[in-house]
């Protein structure tokens, strides 16, 4: 039998539906195990055990009174420190706002908080959600907890090791460049880049206005159709919120893959960035296993990864130069030396380069829209390698342009990440991306809840 | 390589390109203590610019489109 910190979000939920546990037991583990392990993987800047502990109270009386308010009643949601709680600072991990006291939710966690949910603990980024991982921050990086002396993947760094670690069952992280997918991926959890404008910004500190996207951080992907359930929804303060119903995003999970067309972009990893041989292998493995799963697998073609990362690092810099330029000319010391250098070209890109990746954004949307004319889904690698050492700079440099999320941000598409495997060499986890059709999550949720039942490793934790 | 920038009307003084395009940036405190990464981020900057294909059509529209504000409630006509 799982010791309660194991639990899935949805196991936990029928737990505390079937008074197995109450929301209080269950989040008293949760302290207990961030007491054992938390010091290892540094995911939590600013716990918040005292007041989730007062609401896990609330929810429970409410929860005997009149059962759950919804699926997520009593359940503790960690949330990235660029995201507003009411009543705390949102630092973004920097000693630029060490005070930046916030009075309001964001959206996305007034949502949440809505449905029952809980917070827990602000959780550890890079900072801005741009540097890396720093040593010259108030708060130490989070490290990956399959082995701590590894990346654990950035920006949503302790969303994931906190999710990884069992420390918490779900977490919201922001992907900007795959901000989410990238932790997810090195942390062997499931994350979700869902459609830009699905999940209100609103609260949420902005790194490039039209890259940014909240995601979901969960250890399978039940649990993150359910968290995206409960956070998607149209928000008329943010300028870039979709008009787009709320759904159940879980609804087709039973579905299996029969009927389905895959389209496998392997140059992605093999021909533009080529991945490491575990990594090549294991992706070459999942497209056979939802092959016999009834998918049917077809290789497709999509402009290069350099141009899609090229149109995405022009239009990050520019916008973030907006955000960023009064700090970077008054303060530049006050940034980790990581961030100040990630930041600093925005400064110096023209406006033309700007207008110029915009117009050639939508050539690159125009190419990916037509692919899904010919196919259902896409089948991607997240990352060309296995998490690095964190205290190599030059592994760490490399693992941004190692990828295949950020095509994603250009674009807009939804983008999920998940594990496809173990490195025999580090014992670290092997990651495959699916991306779908603009709104169509559910589709995405289906072929990975598939996939997952098929394949072996949706079982398989890091021993901390 | 050093060379002559004008500082005012009819006044010069030597400047290195870093850091006159800097100046141009606004960066003044940077170029003081952080001149190795100010360098970096001129160079950076050219070659994020150069690592995408331009449109070939001049009139290509960008991403995303400007769209005019719908009316708000408290619109007057």
């Given at each position: 039998m799982k010791a309660l910190h194991e639990l899935s979000l949805t196991e936990a939920s029928a737990g505390i539906a079937r008074r197995r546990f109450s929301p209080v037991e269950y989040l008293d583990v949760l302290q207990a195990r961030a007491g054992d392990v938390g010091g290892k993987v540094n995911a939590i800047v600013r716990p918040?055990?005292?007041?989730?502990?007062?609401?896990?109270?609330?929810?429970?009386?409410?929860?005997?009174?009149?059962g759950p308010r919804s699926a997520l009643d009593g359940l503790p949601v960690g949330i990235k420190d660029?995201?507003?709680?009411?009543?705390?600072?949102?630092?973004?991990?920097?000693?630029?706002?060490?005070?930046?006291q916030k009075s309001a939710d964001a959206a996305v966690v007034a949502r949440l908080r809505a449905a029952g949910a809980i917070f827990p603990a602000k959780l550890a980024t890079h900072e801005f959600a741009i540097g890396g991982p720093a040593f010259d921050l108030p708060f130490p990086p989070a490290r990956n907890p399959w082995n701590t002396a590894h990346h654990p993947g950035g920006s949503s760094s302790g969303s994931g090791a906190a999710v990884g670690a069992n420390i918490l069952p779900a977490a919201l992280g922001t992907d900007t460049g795959g901000s989410v997918r990238h932790p997810a991926s090195h942390c062997g959890i499931v994350g979700m880049k869902a459609t830009y404008g699905l999940v209100s910004r609103r609260g949420v500190f902005p790194l490039a206005?039209?890259?940014?996207?909240?995601?979901?951080?969960?250890?399978?992907?039940?649990?993150n159709a359910l968290l995206l359930s409960m956070m998607a929804g149209h928000d008329a303060l943010d300028p870039g919120s979709a008009a787009h119903k709320p759904e159940n995003y879980a609804r087709q999970m039973k579905k299996g893959l029969s009927g389905l067309t895959i389209g496998y972009v392997r140059h992605f990893h093999e021909r533009d960035q080529p991945a490491s041989a575990e990594m090549a292998a294991a992706l070459d493995a999942a497209a056979k296993l939802m092959g016999k799963e009834g998918a049917k697998i077809k290789t497709i073609t999509l402009p290069s990864l350099t141009e899609f990362a090229g149109v995405n690092r022009a239009i990050l810099m520019s916008e973030a130069a907006a955000i960023h330029g009064k700090w970077l000319r008054e303060r530049p010391g006050d940034y980790a030396n990581l961030t100040l250098r990630r930041l600093l070209p925005g400064l110096f890109m023209r406006a033309e380069d700007y207008v110029q990746a915009q117009r050639r954004r939508r050539e690159l949307v125009a190419a990916v829209e037509a692919a899904f004319t010919e196919v259902d889904l896409m089948l991607t690698?997240?990352?060309?390698?296995?998490?690095?050492?964190?205290?190599?700079?030059?592994?760490?440099?490399l693992t941004y342009p190692r990828q295949a999320r950020t095509p994603f941000n250009v674009t807009g598409h939804p983008a999920l990440?998940?594990?496809?495997?173990?490195?025999?060499?580090?014992?670290?986890?092997?990651?495959?991306?699916?991306?779908?059709?603009?709104?169509?999550?559910?589709?995405?949720?289906?072929?990975?809840?598939a996939y997952e039942r098929a394949a072996p490793w949706k079982d398989l934790h890091p021993a901390l | 390589m050093r060379q002559a920038a004008p500082i005012s009307m009819g006044a010069t003084i030597q400047m290195t390109e870093e850091e006159i395009l800097a100046r141009a940036a606004g960066i003044t405190t940077g170029l003081k203590t952080h001149p190795r990464e100010v360098a970096e981020a001129i160079a950076a900057s050219r070659r994020m610019a150069g690592a995408f294909t331009r449109p070939a059509g001049e009139a290509a529209e960008p991403m995303p489109a400007y769209a005019a504000p719908l009316p708000t409630k408290g619109s007057r006509a």
């Open positions: 918040l055990w005292d007041e989730a502990r007062a609401q896990a109270v609330k929810a429970g009386r409410r929860i005997a009174r009149s660029i995201i507003d709680i009411a009543g705390h600072p949102t630092t973004c991990h920097s000693r630029i706002l060490l005070d930046n206005f039209t890259l940014d996207h909240v995601g979901p951080m969960t250890r399978t992907v039940a649990d690698a997240s990352s060309m390698d296995v998490a690095c050492k964190i205290d190599d700079p030059e592994a760490v440099e990440t998940m594990m496809c495997g173990i490195s025999k060499a580090e014992g670290l986890p092997l990651s495959l991306q699916l991306v779908g059709p603009s709104f169509r999550e559910a589709a995405i949720y289906r072929a990975a809840a | -």
